[in-house]
């Protein structure tokens, strides 16, 4: 059985934007020709299918969800600036996966100047690289195109000398993309608003349901729900809750504990709306109170993530958005007695704090939950905000269960993430309809047990 459904509940950005990211997709690309492939399917078992995801590149340029695609953008060619290649209409398979675009589809719907069955992309490819001096694509998409590309670029070498004609090298489109995709355009912002808006429900059904000797599990399904009942894809990724140690577990999502009084659960999860994704992590104690040195510790990341958000503004730099957090934690941990007393700016040269906190304060958020764009300016420098970008900020602190650590603090592990919106002015927070606030957390934490667990 396949499941080629698309992700798109609702429509995505309007068709001028596919229209205007493609003009400056061309402009960029010079005298090179580009090719973008859709992303596999996958089987999860004999003939069943894990559900399909398309490629987000190709999503950004042109909308089209379906798989086995390939778009081909070529902007010497005012026939072809984009021709898509299509699996066809074929009723009998429809009535087994889905509805399919087909070529019509393809050019009607989807703009594309061209649109052909993928089983031409052979006989067409070789006429469409031919003008160019270089192939945009990037190596590792597909096995089946590395080869075609590869195949193409030796015989264009050989027949060069004759011809003069023909590309002469490959380079990866997301040194194109990458910026492209980092900045967001004001449809785009809209969509992660309202996905943040949904992850912080899924979060808040999870948080009133809660108690002890409710299932990882059942918290998860919680969450997940949530999403589906509003319209939504599903999670933006497999949807974390870690109880007690589990909680210092980064990726943890075998989602499989009984949780137990006095145990801190940790949830990780966003919703993907609109092919666009979001990302909230909070900690909260299952039975609504906070131990001692469970309130300590949380609050310290709390107050880093507060930290690590006020550092989001225009003109400030994403490393110092880190920075910022670290300080707070590093204090934070002397403060408690899990780091030594002293001048925090050795302790941060020391490094001893990275036993506890492991991994970066922030990662770009849109059609990716880790989305495109890097982190250093060309020159190498740490790269500054710009309005429109989109990051998270999620500081940790997981304290390992080892005989060196006070036993109050053993196994703990806490997080704190919400996404923001880098303004014009400074930053807008779009997660904050679940609390932060410890004391708003323990009202909420159990408020729907009876009416929605039933017990």
Not at 254 to 269: C, M, P
Not at 384 to 394: I, K
């Amino acid at each position: 059985m396949q499941n080629s459904d698309t992700p798109s509940a609702k429509p995505g950005p309007a068709a001028t934007s596919f229209l205007s990211r493609r003009e400056r997709f061309l402009a960029q690309i010079g005298n090179g020709v580009a090719i973008l492939v859709a992303s596999p399917e996958l089987l999860k078992s004999r003939d069943t299918d894990v559900r399909y995801r398309a490629n987000s590149d190709l999503l950004y340029l042109t909308d089209f969800a379906e798989p086995e695609t390939v778009a081909v953008f070529t902007p010497h060619d005012p026939e072809h600036r984009l021709t898509l290649f299509v699996r066809p209409r074929d009723a009998e398979k429809e009535t087994w996966t889905g509805r399919r675009h087909g070529v019509e589809g393809a050019r009607d719907r989807f703009g594309a100047d061209a649109a052909y069955p993928l089983d031409e992309l052979d006989e067409r490819l070789p006429k469409l690289l031919e003008p160019a001096d270089a192939v945009w694509y990037s190596l590792g998409s597909s096995q089946e195109m590395d080869r075609r590309v590869t195949s193409l670029l030796a015989r264009f070498r050989l027949s060069r000398p004759r011809s003069g004609k023909g590309p002469w090298d490959v380079r990866d489109p997301a040194q194109v993309l990458d910026p492209m995709r980092l900045v967001k355009e004001p449809a785009e912002l809209e969509l992660m608003r309202e996905s943040g808006r949904l992850a912080a429900q899924g979060h808040l059904a999870a948080m009133r349901m809660a108690r002890p000797g409710v299932g990882e599990w059942e918290l998860e399904a919680a969450v997940d729900g949530t999403y589906r009942r509003a319209g939504a894809w599903g999670p933006s990724y497999p949807t974390i809750v870690g109880s007690a140690v589990n909680g210092t577990i980064l990726h943890y999502t075998s989602n499989d504990r009984v949780v137990e009084d006095g145990d801190l659960v940790l949830i990780d999860a966003g919703a993907e709306l609109g092919n666009y994704c979001s990302d909230i992590t909070r900690t909260f104690p299952v039975n609504g109170r906070f131990t001692p040195a469970q309130r300590a510790l949380y609050d310290v990341v709390a107050a880093a993530e507060e930290a690590g958000i006020a550092a989001v503004a225009p003109g400030n730099t994403f490393q110092g958005v880190h920075d910022a957090a670290v300080r707070v934690m590093v204090k934070g941990l002397a403060d408690l007695g899990l780091l030594p007393r002293g001048d925090v700016d050795a302790l941060i040269e020391d490094g001893g704090y990275k036993r506890f906190n492991t991994h970066q304060t922030s990662h770009w958020l849109g059609l990716d939950v880790h989305d495109a764009g890097g982190y250093r300016e060309p020159d190498g420098s740490p790269l500054r905000l710009r309005p429109g970008m989109v990051l998270t900020v999620e500081p940790g602190l997981y304290i390992p269960d080892a005989e060196d650590i006070p036993a109050d603090f053993r196994g703990l592990g806490i997080r704190v993430e919400d996404d923001v919106i880098v303004t014009e002015t400074g930053r807008e927070v779009i997660t904050r309809d679940v609390p932060v606030d410890a004391d708003e957390i323990e009202a909420t934490v159990g408020s729907g047990v009876m009416e929605t667990a039933g017990r």
